[in-house]
């Protein structure tokens, strides 16, 4: 039994080539660059977005940062301690949808999934608007295209994830480890200086128009917490481990913590210190790397690491949502279309669904982080909390030793995380967050549906049930439509005599003249075959062999309508060819329960 | 032998039933009812773009509009003799196009086709502009959004005519009437005034900047022309007069002619005495409407038949282009698709392609009548000078009776037209007769590659010639793709059953314990045929099939590959079923040569 409910599960990270997996299973080094992208990265706005709540109450309410964040960090630590506790229960990993289905019944599997595929979805959409801010924060001319930087982006990682990629740790090592160099660099170098060595960015005045209150403090709490994302990522990726599994899981997922909290503790500090409000088009990363590394190279190098490590955060989405799509169309619960994989594999519709809403999100957004954040955090604590509330249930079913103390731990996190959910959601409905709690249930019922109407499907096949036998062979008449005696004539009724009893060829002509040229051509080439000439009043070419069709099929025969296709040789041409053939095909598949069958004739031209 | 070379003349006016035809014939206004609404709305435009082209050398070369106005009207009377004679030797009507291409070879065919393109396209351009200009006039709220009220009347325009329309000279009556009364009220009630009644517009302001020499002469003559477009339309339809045709045909063009002609003369008239200039957004026949009418509810309703019949003759180019288009096709001219006719007699790929060009000149100009005006009248000039011309090898070929009297009123015409047409092109160059000149060779060139292919296609069938005798009955194979032993599978293996001398079912799963249900349930069914487990190691359902349909035929039997398809009831479901054989049979057609069926189960879900 497999448990862990999170969003980067779900990525095949099991080698698709069986055998090729083992020497691929990671160290905790090599785990920490897999897997937690998508947390670090969140230090980009987590801070920020800290410090933008905050200011409502003017550039004073600013130290109220330090605090507000040694709350998150406290949330994180319980999140760690709690992780580590999953990590052992479910060495196996899981997808997070999978599991909750399996533990907490159909509904929550369905919550789950819902969840999931809006903080996919959101996760590619904020992680390109805040490497659209790094990008703009180094060059401030970018800043008015954030949109087009941020579609460009997306239409990149689509192309490359509709031609399917090889994702590996290794390549992720680098701009990994470059990013905590970077980040801890600024912390440490920032605290090392008395003062900023440069500012950036335009002063801008923020008159307080909100008391420093409770609530303010709260929504400050709320905006913050996107900076926990991605931290469950490595308890559902467990058997990406090299052996002792568990205990190399457990130590990334702690290194993680420690870093995450390092990283948000250092800026916090740093932010109070040099009393860093908003400024201009700059996000608050990019002045604190002005301040500690100057406005030289060390600058823009850091801000392109981070725009490529959330770039690359993004890609994670596009490895995920695609392959949960499948899984929920495996179980009837999304259209089958989002199974399928046809030549390379990827699941192209996924990709594209993927890619087409983050698209809508941020045209709708502006491409605007800060309007995606309060949409951002709620999937993630839905995933949070149905994760602890699982692993509680787990503890209360298995009593193994202590197992009041550890349901205690994941039920504090469930409760915090709950808590850090409704917190969310009540301070920022009204700033987006309405959109999750609107898309949540319709995706649960978009779901239900689907799977409501496969399952009837599955009663009127009488799937899992033994049907009668196949009918005797009844006598089969293939009817081949065609225009003229030809090459192409030929090929069909060969094709057409070797699969039927009987062979008609039909062929329509409104104009008499051609009509008696046509029969003329017939009797000389005489195949053996009947020809059946039919008139056609409204010039139309299909109504008549459908006509014929429906006519000939009445006798309780197998009717097959065999249609030659000329394919040429050239993609280009073939708006020139087999419209009528494809039209015919189209119109007997709606309209008769005749076998159309489709017979290419390959060109050289 | 048939010929008149117009732009109107391949509408389908012979009613689709047969039988149906007779009782509607025409008479002589019922003909000037249905065929002269393009003519005559040119009106709305013709005399403006004279003013327009005046103004150049300010307000006091406007007097010149009047002796213009009489050269385009002498152009108008040598074309009404013109067609008379057309008329006369072409009692059938017939189509531009056909034509050109039998009595001045292909090239002439090409050029006469390539300009009805352009042509059929100016007209639903221009008389949409001119529309919502008149619109614009009565409404001047309305003057900033022209383009999108020309939108949405062409996307209106389009989707009555996806439907299908039965027009009816009837229905046409009342507008034409109406239109010919306010246009010769506004005339006569306006010569009987000793002033305007009302003035609307803005005054503006018209420094001179050119002198009032011969080239503005010509280039206000060349942009008046624009008024004559469509007066080839009746001497195309002869065969829809009642007898006797060539009498009542030519009555209708004398009436016509007379009636375009007074109207122009009228209107000059009183634009020199009431010294009429461009005012702001209302247009020259608007004010001259206010001049006569005053503001009331005439102005309005008259503003509006205006309208009504602008849209009326933009709507006649969807009568046309589309069964030109067909004509083209049925010479192997123009892709085959827009022969088509699918479930009503409609063109619907034409229909698609003219709304498409059509959209696309307004969106370029701006929906300014006076940018598409040089455009307008070339295409229609290269008509007249080919109608002529033919006219002058025909009487030169058949020598009646004074044949070189009548080969010279011909060549005559066929001289003048030729004249207006280069200094149309001359003038208008810059002005946009370019995108003409442009196009008009590429789709002669377009039409002749297409032709040149479908020869080769033709060459490589062995069309017109009598092939080989069919092979012999080969052995038949027919491959059942199946997922599971369902109500389904019986259906499919009863009919390929039917069909195959041997029958082989397919399945591909990547998971062992589904294969080993699979192969129990088979057993248990029993249904007399093979069942071929495939290993898919990538998880790829399509392509373990494609390899094993071509391992299949390679021996040398007829293989065909039955793909049973799940038919909802509801269209709505349609995305949740088939996909996946939709697809394989789309890469078994791209990558093999088998026969490819699918076989509907028609749900009742």
Not at 365 to 373: E, F, M, S, V, Y
Request: aromatic share 6%; charged share 15%.
């Amino acid at each position: 039994m497999v448990f862990g409910l999170a969003r980067r599960d779900l990525r095949p990270r099991v080698p698709l080539r069986p055998g090729e997996g083992q020497k691929h299973h990671l160290t905790s080094l090599e785990g920490l660059a897999a897997l937690s992208l998508d947390a670090l990265s969140s230090v980009a706005y987590g801070p920020e977005s800290i410090v933008l709540a905050l200011v409502a109450a003017g550039t004073g309410a600013l130290t109220a940062t330090f605090p507000v964040t040694l709350a998150i960090v406290f949330l994180l630590a319980v999140l760690v301690v709690s992780y580590g506790q999953v990590i052992a229960v479910h060495p196996d990993g899981g997808g997070a949808y999978a599991v909750a289905k399996k533990d907490l019944g159909p509904t929550a599997g369905l919550l789950a999934a819902a969840s999931l595929v809006v903080d996919y979805v959101l996760t590619v959409a904020v992680s390109l608007t805040a490497g659209a801010d790094a990008l703009a924060s180094a060059f401030p001319a970018l800043a008015r295209d954030k949109l087009l930087v941020c579609l460009i982006g997306l239409a990149l990682l689509t192309a490359v994830n509709l031609r399917g990629v090889a994702e590996s740790a290794r390549v992720l090592m680098l701009p990994t480890v470059l990013f905590i160099v970077a980040i801890l660099g600024i912390v440490a170098v920032g605290l090392l200086r008395a003062h900023p060595a440069a500012t950036v960015g335009k002063d801008l005045s923020f008159p307080p128009h909100e008391s420093l209150g409770v609530l303010l403090l709260l929504k400050a709490f709320s905006s913050g917490c996107s900076a926990l994302t991605g931290v469950e990522a490595i308890a559902n990726a467990v058997p990406t481990f090299r052996a002792p599994r568990v205990e190399r899981a457990q130590r990334t997922e702690l290194m993680l913590g420690a870093l995450l909290g390092m990283m948000l503790v250092g800026l916090a500090l740093l932010i109070r210190r040099d009393h860093v409000a908003p400024r201009g088009d700059v996000t608050v990363l990019a002045q604190l790397t002005a301040g500690a590394y100057g406005t030289g190279w060390p600058y823009y190098a850091t801000n392109l690491v981070v725009m490529l490590v959330l770039g690359l955060a993004a890609n994670t989405s596009f490895g995920g949502l695609p392959v949960l799509m499948s899984l929920l169309a495996r179980d009837n619960r999304l259209p089958h279309l989002f199974g399928l994989r046809a030549e390379r594999p990827v699941y192209r519709y996924g990709v594209l669904t993927l890619a087409l809403l983050a698209a809508l999100l941020l045209a709708a957004t502006g491409a605007d982080t800060h309007r995606l954040i309060p949409l951002f955090a709620i999937g993630v604590f839905i995933g949070f909390t149905l994760s602890q509330l699982g692993l509680v249930l787990h503890w209360a079913r298995e009593k193994p030793d202590r197992w009041r103390h550890r349901a205690l731990i994941n039920g504090t996190g469930a409760l915090l995380t709950t808590l850090a959910g409704v917190i969310l959601l009540t301070t920022k409905f009204l700033a987006g967050a309405w959109v999750v709690v609107l898309a949540v249930p319709l995706l649960m019922l978009l779901f239900s549906r689907v799977e409501r109407y496969y399952t009837a499907v599955g009663e009127e096949l009488g799937l899992g049930r033994i049907p009668g036998p196949p009918d005797r062979r009844t006598a089969s008449l293939v009817i081949v439509p065609l225009g003229e005696v030809s090459k192409l004539a030929r090929h069909a009724v060969s094709a057409a005599l070797s699969l039927g009893d009987e062979v008609v060829v039909v062929a329509v002509h409104a104009d008499p003249a051609r009509q008696q040229a046509l029969r003329e051509a017939w009797d000389r080439w005489n195949p053996g075959v009947r020809l059946d000439l039919i008139d056609s009043p409204h010039r139309s070419l299909v109504q008549p062999i459908v006509d014929y069709v429906q006519r000939a099929a009445e006798g309780g025969r197998q009717i097959a309508v065999l249609i030659p296709e000329v394919e040429p040789r050239h993609r280009r041409y073939e708006i020139l060819q087999n419209q009528r053939g494809l039209l015919l095909a189209t119109v007997l598949r709606a309209r008769t329960d005749v076998v159309v069958c489709m017979l290419p004739y390959r060109l050289g031209v």
